[in-house]
């Protein structure tokens, strides 16, 4: 149970450190987006509202991870599961219902972040039932933290590699093709 409390408590932290560090990237690159690109096919409030409605969404996802791994390692998935079907089958028709209000381009990532912020929510609701020790105080709480931020930073370095290695292809194809 202390091992737990421990984990809980260093993710906690961990999440708050880089969704806040990416906040922070949101927030800076919505005035120089507004100021610096060039707009030719959309107009600068759809471009500051995709960034910072994409954005957005992964701080959200952040902030909502220490509670969906509490979730998970508490051996009640079928929560998490339940909680992702009811999120991924609302995004489409509050996206129509945005679209239908003129938001444009940025219905579907606006309901998206609506969708996961009130499934963020649900999360942090569940974890209190199936973690009530989540969040107490553990012996030695910073024991093992540096493994975790390893662990977190070589997991993320790899997803974003693979993220590149997934959509690299278009790329060279056009690229070797002299495609427009």
Known sequence: LDSAKRAFIQLRHYNRIIGTIILAIVLIAIPIAACLIP???VTRQTLIGL????GLIQVVSIFSRTATATIFGSEATHLLN???VARSVAILPLGYVFFLMEYGMISLPLAELVCQSFAAVVANRCQVLV?????????L???GFHDLVTFGVNGAIGNIAWTIEAGIDVFLLNWV???G
């Open 177 to 179: 093709t002299g495609g």
């Open 141 to 143: 709480p910073w024991l």
């Open 51 to 54: 960034i910072a409605t994409v």
């Open 39 to 41: 707009i030719a096919d």
């Open 131 to 139: 973690a009530p020790w989540a969040g107490q105080t553990a012996d």
């Open 82 to 84: 339940a909680i992702t």
